[in-house]
């Protein structure tokens, strides 16, 4: 048989240049010749088949993702059922729970591994296989800085955990037992039962933190297969969505469908009004701006009001609402949610996706039939649902997501007469989550419901790699006085799982000469959401005085990656991307050098 008759492509792949190449035959050989040592033949490599590579984001120290360890066979099946050729290579973890000092300095790490393997290797597409929040945009932000076909196969949520006939979501149930804890209503042995019961399966967040967040955009940018984010990871249909996932790239490969064709403006606006219906996590923010600017798009921050904060939250999932991911996936998932926003006009519907039709072809008949889960639009679970941005002489640009304000919190804080969206508060600084720990339960600190926590020194450069700890909770005595929360701003992230209204990823942040790095505890710090402001009330003069004294000091470097992070990374408004590759788009239109 002709090595060629197996193939029915109609262009040339990019992994030819590799494996039959007859103008440089002896580095054909020396490239095909280690290959065969674990039984692939020459014929396979050189019939003019596509090559699909298979970013495995699973293993023993990304539990969230390891899911994928099995997905990958039935992708797999996908790919050789279509004409394809599999090629799975590993990625660089991430796992937001353990990774010390943060996951988030990871994101920029596994999006360089992965240019450098989509670039470097002959891989004509790929299958990017996400969960854990970090993981999804680092894959995203390498599939548009190289340009080939890919498309993104989530490993979908855990179970719905239960206890004592509730549901317990992850992450939720973490917060919700710390304040439990601290309150003397459980004991240590019963926060660590709140917290194995959260996690009953194999698969992410069950909660809409930020790894439900972030399949769900990617979902929602046109980069997978309709209904595919929510569906959780033991189910049969994950196994069948892998299947069909690989059966598609091929087909992608085939018609050179590549992410430039699909990351475009209107996608990443799409992003941003559905994160705010869904209530996702605070952390979209940053991983939708790094996206958009690699993919060549720019997002003003001004946007996430024009475009997001208008919108209602639909979805009653935890922490914004009551419910968690299998409830949502039987919903009808993303498209559901989406259906109620493109009935309504809401959508940049008309633009290509992965299925090679259109998002508006994708939503048709998908209408929720769970009214518990997702809500109308006209009826929604709260009006204006999306993230609040706000500045000041504290920062530049941050942000407080809405839909997690209680009416407590709103009762309090947001509703005095003729102040209406408008309170100040004593400020009491902290700086690093250490300082927090050591000091929170300080007497001397007089802490009352009248303070604001604020916490400097957690932002990219400062952690590095900005931190999860922002929502920080009162001390035990307000929390056994039934005071849950207290108004909570810093230079870092919180949890996409947390409940708490946090100003968070301010920027710049203290470490490079941000406002928070003048502010003192005691200053008075005045929020006002009618004009968009939050400001320390201290004199101009008072303000050159502190800036005269320099910043707080910032740790040491522990590893050449956190040094190296440092150097390159921008700010949380911009997406903390690593700033000089963004230059780089569409590396893998152009072949690298060969080696010998």
């Given amino acids: 048989m002709n090595r060629h008759s197996m193939s029915t492509q109609s262009r040339r792949y990019r992994s030819q240049d590799w494996f039959d190449n007859p103008d440089h035959i002896d580095m054909t050989a020396l490239y095909l010749e280690r290959f065969m040592n674990y039984g692939i033949t020459p014929e396979e490599l050189r019939s003019g088949r596509p090559i699909i590579g298979i970013a495995q984001s699973g293993s023993d120290i990304s539990p969230c993702n390891r899911i994928h360890l099995e997905l990958a066979k039935r992708v797999r099946d996908g790919i050789r059922d279509a004409g394809g050729i599999a090629m799975e290579f590993p990625l660089h973890p991430i796992f937001e729970n353990c990774r010390r000092p943060t996951a988030a300095i990871d994101r920029n790490l596994a999006y360089m591994g992965l240019v450098e393997i989509l670039h470097g290797y002959p891989i004509d597409a790929v299958v990017l296989t996400t969960g854990c929040d970090k993981t999804t945009p680092s894959q995203l932000m390498a599939a548009a800085t190289v340009d080939i076909p890919a498309i993104v196969l989530s490993g979908g949520p855990m179970l719905d955990g239960w206890l004592d006939g509730e549901l317990v979501g992850s992450g939720s149930a973490i917060w919700k037992g710390r304040k439990q804890l601290a309150a003397g209503k459980i004991d240590n042995e019963k926060f660590l039962e709140i917290a194995a019961a959260s996690a009953p399966s194999a698969g992410h967040c069950n909660t809409m933190g930020t790894a439900s967040t972030m399949n769900a955009i990617a979902e929602a940018l046109g980069m997978s297969l309709t209904g595919c984010s929510a569906i959780p990871a033991p189910y049969r249909e994950r196994g069948q969505m892998a299947y069909e996932t690989g059966k598609r790239i091929v087909e992608m490969a085939k018609l050179d469908l590549r992410p430039s064709q699909i990351l475009n403006r209107d996608a990443f606006f799409d992003a941003i009004v559905v994160n705010a219906a869904i209530g996702g996590s605070t952390n979209a923010q940053q991983h939708i701006v790094a996206m958009a600017r690699h993919a060549g798009v720019e997002l003003k921050s001004s946007d996430w009001m024009e475009f997001g904060h208008k919108v209602p939250l639909l979805l009653n999932m935890q922490p914004s609402g009551k419910f968690l991911g299998e409830r949502f996936h039987r919903a009808g998932g993303v498209p559901a949610v989406m259906w109620e926003l493109e009935q309504q006009g809401k ?103 009248n303070c604001m926590l604020v916490i400097r020194g957690a932002g990219p450069i400062g952690w590095p790699g900005s931190a999860e700890v922002v929502n920080m909770q009162p001390p035990d005595a307000l929390i056994k006085r039934g005071i849950n929360w207290l108004p909570t701003l810093g230079d870092g992230r919180q949890s996409g799982t947390s409940d708490s209204p946090s100003i968070l990823n301010a920027s710049p942040e203290s470490a490079v000469g941000g406002g928070l790095a003048y502010i003192r505890t005691g200053d008075t710090v005045r929020v006002d959401l009618n004009e968009g402001s939050c400001n320390m009330l201290i004199s101009d003069e008072e303000l050159a005085r502190r800036k005269a004294e320099g910043i707080p000091p910032v740790p040491a470097s522990q590893t050449p990656w956190q040094q190296l992070y440092r150097s390159t990374v921008g700010q949380m408004e911009t997406g903390a991307c690593m700033e000089l590759a963004l230059e780089y788009r569409g590396v893998g239109q152009t072949l690298a050098r060969h080696n010998h």
């Fill in 347 to 449: 959508l940049r519907s008309k633009r290509l996706t992965v299925t090679g039709k259109t998002m508006a072809e994708n939503l048709v008949n998908r209408e929720t039939n769970d009214r518990e889960v997702i809500y109308p639009f006209n009826a929604p679970l709260k009006e204006d649902a999306g993230f609040f941005v706000l500045k000041g002489n504290l920062f530049d640009f941050a942000i407080m997501k809405t839909s997690v304000i209680s009416p407590e919190f709103r009762q309090r804080y947001l509703s005095a007469p003729g102040k209406e969206n408008i309170f100040e508060s004593r400020a009491i600084v902290f700086d690093g989550s250490g300082d927090y720990h050591d000091r929170i339960n300080d007497p001397a600190l007089n802490i009352d419901e």
